[in-house]
C-alpha cells in the first residue's frame, strides 16, 4: 500500500525544488549553511546517535569500511558516522548544494549524482546508505535503483524509509491538508509513503532483510540475495 506525500514550505514554491530549498535559509530542516563554520555549528554532536552506533557497528560487522550515501541532503548522518569512525564517507545529492559539503571538505568525497542516471562506480568493498530518499522515487524508479545496487556488486545497503506509513502517517497528511486550507498554502507533491509490505515486494529480488533497528526512524539492514564475497 502507499499514499501520497505532501509537505508546506515557508517559501513560495509550488513545486519540490531540493536546490532552493538547500539555499534557503528560513527552511531549517533541508538548508545547507554557505560556511563550513555554520555547518558544523548546524550537524554536531558530542556523541554517536543510536542510529550511527548500529551503522558504525555493522558496518564493522561485515568487514567493511566504506560508506557511499545517496542523496545525502544535509548529511547529518553522515557526518557522524564520518566524526565517530575511521571509515571512507562519501555524499551525494541531485544538485549543486552537495559541492558546499565538498568544498568544506568533511568528507572524503561529496558528488553531484542522479542515482538514476549517472553510474554508480561502486562494488562490493562499499556499504550503500539510503538516507530517506524513498519519496523521491516510483515504484519502478525505486526497485531500478536496488537493481543498480545488486549489479554494482553491493552486498549491504542501510535502508532508513523516509515514510513508513502508518496512522501516524495517515493522520500527519490530513493534518497537512488541514494547515494548507487554513494558512492558503499550496501542499507541495513530496512522493510517496509505503507500507512494509510494498518496500519488501520492491527490494526483494534484489535484497533480503537482515536486521531491523528502531529508534524514532526505522532502520533496514539489507543484504543481497546472493551475497559475494
Known amino acids: 500500500m502507499q499514499i501520497k506525500h505532501f509537505a508546506i514550505f515557508k517559501n513560495q514554491t509550488e513545486t519540490l525544488n531540493w536546490e532552493n530549498l538547500r539555499n534557503d535559509e528560513t527552511e531549517q530542516p533541508y538548508f545547507i549553511p554557505f560556511t563550513k563554520e555554520d555547518y558544523i555549528s548546524k550537524v554536531e554532536s558530542d ?6 552506533q548500529f551503522i558504525l557497528q555493522e558496518t564493522n560487522n561485515v568487514g567493511l569500511r566504506k560508506i557511499f550515501s545517496l542523496g545525502s541532503g544535509i548529511a547529518a548522518l ?10 571512507s564517507v562519501v555524499v551525494t545529492d541531485n544538485n549543486s548544494s552537495v ?66 506509513l502508518s496512522l501516524r502517517i ?37 535484497y533480503k532483510l537482515e536486521k531491523i533497528y528502531k529508534t524514532d526512524k526505522s532502520i533496514f539492514l539489507l543484504q543481497s540475495t546472493e551475497n559475494r564475497r
Request: hydrophobic share 45%; charged share 25%; aromatic share 14%.
Open 47 to 52: 556523541e554517536p546517535s543510536r542510529e550511527t
Open 170 to 206: 495517515i493522520i500527519a497528511e490530513v493534518k497537512i491538508l488541514i494547515i494548507s486550507i487554513m494558512l492558503n498554502k499550496p501542499r507541495i507533491f513530496c512522493g510517496y509513503a509505503r507500507s512494509m509490505k510494498s518496500f519488501q515486494k520492491i527490494w526483494n529480488p534484489y
Open 78 to 87: 553522515e557526518y557522524q558516522l564520518k566524526k565517530f569512525s575511521d571509515y
Open 99 to 164: 559541492l558546499r559539503l565538498k568544498q568544506f571538505g568533511v568528507f572524503d568525497n561529496a558528488i553531484i549524482l542522479d542515482a538514476l542516471q549517472d553510474s554508480l562506480s561502486l562494488d562490493k568493498s562499499w556499504v550503500v546508505l539510503f538516507p530517506r530518499i524513498d519519496t523521491e522515487f516510483d515504484n519502478h524508479q525505486l526497485q531500478e535503483l536496488f537493481a543498480k545496487c545488486y549489479n554494482s556488486g553491493i552486498n549491504h545497503i542501510f535502508f532508513i524509509p523516509a515514510e513508513l
